[in-house]
């Protein structure tokens, strides 16, 4: 069976308060996803949508058309884009679980470490939670990003939307092959086979050499051995490699698929320059994958 379990989260740190007459969620999963298993075929593996669903509506498409039938989300639904509402519904149609992201932490406890258009889409995020009129609505999305687990794993694999060691908000860049050799020492050290994460919205391989493959140098697709590797399947709705392109994985028996998905990028463009309280930079920077 899958294991999912949830880290306490940093001191001191309170959820959001609700309004009266609402209950606040329960911040720990009140039981696991169901099992991914290797006989369940190809497993689609998403993150780091930011609220963006133009472009995670062409991804989920994409998933469609090969036939794959599991999907599950490394976190960040939400922040930065515009569309938090919509893109948190699908997830939590389509995926079998996501867990949290920092920016899922940000909407449903407060905003950590974050600069100011990034914080300041958080609480403009968090408005469009609770401005909601159906409550039956709200509480569900509500509920769904206070149980958010931090981590997966079964016998085939780990998942983290940051690392191994700081689940939800280390990020893993593919400088800290050369620059930080003794931290991906130490996260190497935390996990046995694969592991996927997020957060950095960078795809590649790292390997415990330590070294570090994009994409394009494996030919889009890792053949899976008995080496150690971690795996950043980049980000659907704000990738940062200078690709546009939506980016996800799709794990098979045998290798992991790299997978980029063109959408409609000035739509979502055109939607952050329309909301004040977004940053027009949080949406220019889609269009060169920055």
């Known amino acids: 069976m899958t294991q999912v379990e949830s880290d306490n989260f940093a001191e001191g740190v309170k959820p959001h308060v609700f309004p009266r007459e609402e209950a606040a969620p329960e911040t720990k999963p009140t039981q696991a996803p169901a099992a ?15 609220a963006n669903l133009e472009a995670l509506t062409e ?21 930065y884009g515009p569309n938090p509402l919509e893109c948190i519904d699908l997830v ?22 974050f600069n100011q258009a990034a914080e300041n889409a958080a609480y403009w995020t968090r408005t469009q939670f609770e401005n909601d009129t159906d409550r ?15 981590r997966m ?7 983290f939307h940051g690392s191994p060691r700081r689940p939800i908000n280390e990020y ?43 994409p394009e ?11 150690r590797a971690m795996i950043n399947v980049g980000s659907v709705g704000q990738p940062r490699d200078r690709n546009p392109k939506a980016s996800f994985a799709i794990l098979h028996d045998d290798s992991v698929e790299f997978v980029r998905v063109a959408y409609d990028v ?10 004040d309280a977004l940053d027009n930079f949080l949406g220019a920077r889609l269009l060169d994958g920055r």
Request: glycine share 6%; charged share 25%.
């Open 59 to 79: 991804v989920l498409a994409e998933i469609d058309r090969q036939g794959i039938k599991k999907i599950v989300c490394l976190g960040d639904v939400v922040g």
């Open 92 to 113: 939590m149609t389509r995926c079998e679980f996501s867990l949290m992201g920092n920016h899922d932490f940000a909407i449903f406890f407060e905003p950590y470490n």
């Open 217 to 227: 140098e494996v030919n889009n697709r890792y053949t899976i051995s008995s080496e």
């Open 153 to 159: 794993n079964n016998h085939r694999f780990v998942c």
């Open 266 to 275: 000035q739509a979502t463009v055109d939607k952050v320059r329309a909301i």
């Open 136 to 150: 039956e609505r709200r509480n569900k999305r509500w509920r769904y990003l206070g149980t958010m687990p931090t």
């Open 172 to 214: 893993v860049f593919p400088d800290d092959i050369y620059t930080a050799p003794q931290k991906m020492a130490a996260i190497f050290d935390r996990f046995e086979r694969l592991c996927f994460v997020g957060h950095t919205h960078v795809p590649g391989v790292f390997v415990p050499d330590p070294d570090f493959y994009a």
């Open 36 to 50: 991914i298993s290797t006989g369940d075929g190809p497993l689609a593996i998403i993150s780091d949508i930011h």
